[in-house]
């Protein structure tokens, strides 16, 4: 059986099968009992959370209405591929960017340059495979 990532969230649109759901996100910090007792020692930012909207492409988008309780779930693989797509690939292309162009003769300063430079094509494409990528990224809603 496929580990899965599940967050709890409520549905905010519905538009023909694309449901879009609110889910928040909390640090581990915001359901602590004695978050206040940090916050008040440390920065008011301990105990954050974010709220973000999830797409979802659900067949039977018709039985729900907005303001429902909804699971919405991801494979963790699918996870490991975002985190990949969007850190680790970039990371790389940056380092090896930044070797190729100190191995060529350029000074640090036009290294800096060419390594975040070498950015914009990778988002660029990225971009244009967005179609691609939301087929392979899929999340999915348990009621």
């Given at each position: 059986m496929a580990k899965k990532i599940t967050h709890q969230g409520l549905v905010a649109t519905i538009n023909g099968q694309h449901v879009?759901?609110?889910?928040?996100?909390t640090s581990a910090c915001a359901g602590c009992q004695i978050a206040e007792h940090c916050r008040s020692n440390m920065s008011d930012n301990t105990a954050e959370s974010k709220e973000k909207l999830v797409d979802v492409w659900y067949p039977k988008a018709n039985t729900l209405k907005v303001g429902d309780h909804v699971t919405v779930s991801a494979e963790a693989s699918m996870a490991g591929r975002a985190l990949w797509l969007g850190f680790g690939f970039p990371l790389v292309l940056m380092l090896l960017s930044m070797a190729i162009a100190l191995l060529a003769g350029?000074?640090?300063?036009?290294?800096?340059?060419?390594?975040?430079?070498?950015?914009?094509?990778?988002?660029?494409?990225?971009?244009?495979?967005r179609s691609r990528i939301t087929k392979t990224i899929v999340f999915t809603i348990e009621v």
């Amino acid at each position: 059986m496929a580990k899965k990532i599940t967050h709890q969230g409520l549905v905010a649109t519905i538009n023909g099968q694309h449901v879009q759901v609110r889910i928040v996100q909390t640090s581990a910090c915001a359901g602590c009992q004695i978050a206040e007792h940090c916050r008040s020692n440390m920065s008011d930012n301990t105990a954050e959370s974010k709220e973000k909207l999830v797409d979802v492409w659900y067949p039977k988008a018709n039985t729900l209405k907005v303001g429902d309780h909804v699971t919405v779930s991801a494979e963790a693989s699918m996870a490991g591929r975002a985190l990949w797509l969007g850190f680790g690939f970039p990371l790389v292309l940056m380092l090896l960017s930044m070797a190729i162009a100190l191995l060529a003769g350029c000074n640090e300063g036009i290294a800096a340059l060419i390594m975040i430079g070498s950015l914009i094509p990778y988002y660029i494409i990225l971009a244009l495979l967005r179609s691609r990528i939301t087929k392979t990224i899929v999340f999915t809603i348990e009621v």
